[in-house]
């Protein structure tokens, strides 16, 4: 079973309705682009797993992180942070470049980070924290001297955190980042407490919120307060 195909149907399906079907669209199609994190994740691990059921059954389930969280801290590093960036780097290379990305809890933490690695002169932040102990702009972010592609246009974040108190992560955060962002955040979500979510959407420059019924899962888009939102946002960003 594909969690990510199965979770993300009705709002892929909404997008689609609600964008293509606008005459003046440019976009007369939207391909959407699901690359495997690179750690196996346990069912167990799982923090909405059994909201829906799935819990009993008893085929495979298709999961993985993005990193494993150093739990010695705080701060709390994200141990393999290197390899998520170099696999998420290796699918921008072979089907990019993306107008924008979506991601869901940690997926949208690493969606954050992604954003601003790919923004304007965010290589010359990280160096500088580099050279003062910080972390270095990612080498597989890189290509021929440039960076792999131009800045995102949109990052939709769902239960979204970030590393915003980890010293060596600061060049992600600051200076802010200005990629237009949403964050859609459950009224119901006990995984992923508000302030989490506000520590990173603080650090955003062009960031809006959007509330949906229930907790810590990618939400249909029935249980969004406002549908509208999401798609005024892309209608804007993408200049539909």
């Known amino acids: ?4 195909l199965q979770k993300t149907q009705s709002l892929r399906d909404e997008l689609r309705r609600n964008i293509l079907t606008n ?3 440019k976009y007369h199609d939207i391909q ?3 690359p495997n994190a690179p750690f ?3 069912r167990d691990a799982l923090p909405s797993f059994d909201l829906d059921g799935s819990k009993q059954q008893d085929e495979e389930i298709d999961a993985y992180t993005w990193w494993h969280l150093n739990r010695d801290g705080p701060p709390f590093y994200y141990n393999g942070l290197d390899v998520a960036l170099a696999r998420i780097a290796d699918t921008i290379r072979r089907e990019g470049p993306f107008d924008g990305v979506v991601g869901f809890s940690q997926g949208a933490a690493a969606a954050m980070m992604v954003a601003s690695l790919l923004e304007a002169g965010r290589n010359d932040v990280f160096d500088r924290a ?3 102990g910080g972390m270095f702009y990612p080498a597989a972010f890189v290509s021929e001297g440039a960076i792999i592609q131009p800045p995102l246009k949109f990052v939709v974040a769902i239960g979204g955190f970030g ?3 980890v010293p060596e992560y600061q060049a992600f955060y600051h200076p802010k980042i200005t990629t237009p962002t949403l964050h859609i955040l459950g009224r119901a979500d006990g995984f992923i407490k508000p302030a989490m979510s ?3 959407i603080d650090a955003c420059a062009d960031s809006q919120v959007l509330y949906r019924s229930g907790g810590h899962s990618v939400p249909k888009a029935d249980e969004l307060e406002s549908m509208n939102d999401l798609t005024k946002l892309l209608v804007q960003v993408l200049s539909l």
């Open 198 to 200: 506000q520590e990173v």
């Open 32 to 34: 959407f682009v699901f």
């Open 1 to 4: 079973m594909n969690l990510r």
């Open 23 to 25: 005459q003046i669209s």
């Open 40 to 42: 196996p994740l346990e």
């Open 130 to 132: 580099g050279a003062a």
């Open 163 to 165: 590393g915003t108190r």
